[in-house]
């Protein structure tokens, strides 16, 4: 459609610097709550309740650092379940091995 030109550009097409600052905040002002509560959702949907084996493993480190027989003991489930379900776990970043065989949840 042509080439672009300073002429283009007026003073009377561009915003004061005045009002572009007041945009900004009036901008602010509406989008902060909106921004808040999306941040609040995205939070719950991040941190889901986990059930079944992990949900066990999870509830037993809550506050705790266990080994792996510990947590067998503990959660009533078999050593492959506990080892399987705790590389999961780690994986996803929601337990981590603190020393040896001795895990805790993150």
């Known amino acids: 459609p042509g080439a672009l030109?300073?002429?283009?550009?007026?003073?009377a097409a561009l915003p004061s610097d005045d009002?572009?600052?007041?945009?900004a905040a009036s901008m602010r002002m509406?989008?902060?709550?909106?921004?808040?509560?999306?941040?609040?959702a995205a939070a719950k949907k991040s941190s889901p309740r986990i059930g079944g084996?992990?949900?066990r493993i999870l509830?037993?480190?809550e506050g705790d650092e266990l080994s792996a027989d510990q947590l067998i003991e503990q959660t009533g489930l078999s050593a492959a379940?506990?080892?399987?379900?705790?590389?999961?776990l780690s994986l996803r970043g929601q337990v981590k091995r603190v020393d040896g065989?001795?895990?805790?949840?993150?």
Do not use: Q
């Not at 009002?19 to 945009?23: G, L, Q, T, V």
């Open 81 to 88: 379940e506990v080892m399987s379900e705790l590389t999961l």
């Open 59 to 61: 509830a037993a480190l």
């Open 101 to 106: 065989n001795t895990y805790c949840a993150v």
């Open 19 to 23: 009002r572009m600052i007041e945009d």
């Open 30 to 40: 509406v989008l902060a709550p909106m921004v808040h509560e999306m941040a609040n």
């Open 53 to 55: 084996r992990a949900g």
């Open 5 to 11: 030109t300073a002429d283009l550009f007026n003073e």
